[in-house]
């Protein structure tokens, strides 16, 4: 197939066609296990009915009416995160890196109106990811995405994650947001510790900075709770979400308090597409289904046959020397001997029928749908097994 796009994206040698649950068809008729979940997107799976009966019914009603209006779809959502956080106030927006762009955005601003012109640096953590602006690669702690973008904006410092001296040598009067993901995603699934948080908190008070937690990846449901924030008890001023909020449809925000909200007065920051109805429609019914007990158990439960099953197979194959992370975001860890040979697991994966992602060259990241049940689980892992044997063999 002649390829027309921009060659940013290495594809995967099959072209998926229809999806359900946690199987997708590829075209030709390939029956596929996905614990991948489009990159924590997928979090009720593919083509659950009660989302398309949301989508359909949207659809015939209105699609887009631009920010000169508001639409109860969008006021419906802002209500439910309001109601379910620490927040009082959302923006929308498309992604997540236009939730983060937000989120900086916000909090420079609001340093600056409440503090003066020189408030204006963002802490940020030492391999993080945050999106693809040129703001969020910038803040992101990983220079091989921005290094070829360069002039960069300015202003920005970067410390190891989970140092709490490193943060508190960085963090002064000069600092306007510190910004963290509670697991650093991308680059492996790393949970912050709880004492890490608790610090960034403490630090923020102490010096009238903002604190931004990134829950595009972790938000919804993803780590067992609604926002992994919830397990540290440790809440951000500002939070932005994306990937599985829409479920599959386009969609970010920021939630954030009734004190720094009016810093977004009229005029101040927009998007065209921000709180578009259909995506919204869409969110709230995802929202509703994921915020339950037996969605949220759920998750709990079929992340710890997840966790089990892999570190069953590290001991089998030695292929693995850890499992990490929350919930059903999960991140195996490749043994010494394998090091950084991550990607190879995931072509392994594919070529059995298995759909998983990276996180980083050295984690096998596995990010499911919320719903997952018993037969996909356990035929997803015998696929696991049986690519991870084959790879060694010829490894
Ligand atoms: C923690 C985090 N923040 C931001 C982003 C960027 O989101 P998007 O690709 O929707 O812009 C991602 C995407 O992987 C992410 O994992």
Not at 60 to 69: D, F
Not at 81 to 109: I, P, T
Not at 232 to 258: E, H, Q, R
Request: hydrophobic letters at 40%.
């Amino acid at each position: 197939m002649t390829n027309y796009l921009t060659p940013n994206f290495s594809f995967a040698p099959m072209i998926p066609e229809r999806a359900s649950g946690s199987r997708v068809w590829d075209t030709e008729g390939r029956e596929l296990i996905d614990l991948s979940g489009g990159i924590a997107v997928n979090a009720l799976g593919h083509s659950h009915p009660a989302l398309i009966e949301a989508l359909t019914e949207q659809a015939q009603k209105v699609w887009h009416i631009s920010n000169l209006y508001t639409t109860q779809p969008a006021q419906d959502l802002a209500r439910r995160l309001v109601e379910n956080s620490f927040g009082d106030k959302v923006f929308f927006c498309n992604s997540g890196a236009e939730a983060n762009e937000a989120a900086l955005k916000l909090a420079r601003k609001y340093g600056r109106d409440h503090f003066g012109a020189h408030k204006t640096e963002i802490v940020s953590c030492v391999n993080s990811f945050h999106g693809r602006t040129l703001f969020t690669v910038s803040v992101g702690g990983q220079p091989k995405y921005s290094q070829d973008y360069a002039p960069l904006p300015q202003g920005i410092t970067h410390v190891p994650f989970n140092d709490i001296a490193a943060l508190e040598a960085a963090v002064g009067e000069q600092t306007c947001a510190v910004i963290i993901e509670p697991v650093q995603g991308e680059s492996g699934i790393l949970p912050a510790e709880r004492e890490y948080l608790e610090a960034a908190r403490r630090l923020c008070d102490r010096h009238g900075a903002l604190l931004v937690f990134d829950e595009v990846q972790t938000g919804i449901g993803h780590t067992g709770k609604l926002f992994a924030y919830e397990h540290y008890g440790v809440k951000p001023d500002i939070m932005s979400l994306a990937k599985a909020l829409g479920c599959g449809f386009p969609i970010g925000a920021i939630v954030t308090t009734d004190k720094i909200a009016p810093t977004f007065g009229p005029g101040t920051h927009g998007s065209t597409f921000g709180g578009n109805p259909l995506a919204c429609a869409v969110a709230n019914r995802a929202f509703d289904i994921i915020n339950t007990p037996e969605t949220l158990n759920h998750v709990e439960t079929q992340g710890r046959k997840l966790q089990t099953t892999l570190t069953g197979l590290c001991n089998k194959t030695g292929v693995f020397k850890q499992v990490r992370g929350m919930g059903l975001l999960l991140g195996a860890v490749m043994a010494d001997a394998y090091e950084n040979r991550a990607g190879e697991i995931f072509n392994a994966a594919l070529k059995h029928g298995l759909m998983v992602l990276v996180a980083g060259p050295n984690v096998v990241r596995f990010a499911p749908s919320l719903l997952l049940n018993d037969e996909d689980l356990a035929e997803g892992m015998k696929r696991l097994e049986a690519a991870v044997n084959e790879w060694l063999a010829a490894a």
